[in-house]
């Protein structure tokens, strides 16, 4: 006789590997949006040291 829906601890396995696969996604996608700000901060202080010199 074959079943036709996975066991409970297959679901659960699979609800676990979902969790950290979505942790890890979401830490990647945190990383790069922090890292994008970093830059833009940093420009955007180049730019300003560059007006206050220009300014003076």
Not at 19 to 43: G, H, Y
Request: charged fraction near 10%; charge should be positive; aromatic fraction near 8%.
């Amino acid at each position: 006789m074959e079943q036709s829906s996975p066991s409970f601890l297959k679901r659960v396995l699979a609800v676990l590997v979902l969790a950290v696969a979505a942790w890890f996604l979401l830490k990647v996608v945190i990383s790069v949006a922090m890292s994008i700000a970093w830059i833009a901060a940093v420009a955007l202080a180049i730019v300003g040291v560059v007006w206050a010199i220009r300014t003076l």
